[in-house]
């Protein structure tokens, strides 16, 4: 079916404004990726060769999983945020942190084990499972399991420490592996990391 010309118009409007803010459309492995670098010191090109590694971890080990992030996943955003990873289920979207990304002492392995860890957020809020009724340390278990099952299936000279960091994970209390989070602090202190007050 063609798209009206109002669609046309509506996806050059967010394509521009896109632009504006220093957003970057891509593709990688099938999953559409928008990168917002908002850091001088980050080479988006590098951060993009990054998750392709990641991503193709994952779709060389458990394809399966690759081929729900295409299913589940309207996108991957890759930005400052004051974690690592997360997943926003009204844009369908999983967030990979751009300074996360960007770092070269932590390996694809592990990017992809966080990239895996959301997208078990995503299957679940696909599945239909409401806000209000889920389980938050259920579900956060639920990840740390993939991540170990994702971290076995790897070689063990790059699994070990996604195995490591999972079997850690899963042995907190559910207070500890679902901790409540001040985002308003959190992302105080962010923006003090970027603006050089906060090492």
């Known amino acids: 079916m063609r798209r009206s010309w109002w669609g046309e118009l509506g996806e050059r409007v967010r394509r521009v404004a896109a632009e504006a803010r220093g957003m970057e459309k891509h593709e990688v492995r099938g999953i559409e990726v928008i990168v917002e670098n908002t850091r001088a010191d980050i080479d988006t ?11 193709e971890l994952i779709e060389r080990y458990q394809p399966w999983r690759l081929a729900h992030l295409r299913r589940d996943l309207r996108r991957i955003d890759v930005k400052r945020f004051p974690c690592r990873g997360a997943y926003f289920p009204l844009e369908r979207s999983v967030v990979t942190e751009l300074t996360f990304l960007a770092r070269t002492d932590i390996g694809p392995a592990t990017v992809a084990s966080s990239i895996v860890h959301e997208g078990i957020h995503a299957r679940v809020s696909e599945m239909g499972v409401s806000p209000e009724n889920r389980d938050l340390a259920r579900e956060e278990r639920l990840c740390r399991r993939a991540e170990l099952e994702f971290g076995l299936a790897l070689p063990p ?13 899963l042995a907190l209390e559910d207070y500890e592996v679902a901790p409540a989070i001040d985002w308003g602090e959190a992302l105080a202190r962010q923006a003090a990391v970027d603006r050089g007050e906060l090492g």
């Open 45 to 55: 090109g590098r951060v993009l060769q990054r998750l392709d590694e990641s991503l």
């Open 157 to 169: 000279d790059i699994g070990a420490p996604v195995v490591e960091r999972a079997r850690a994970s």
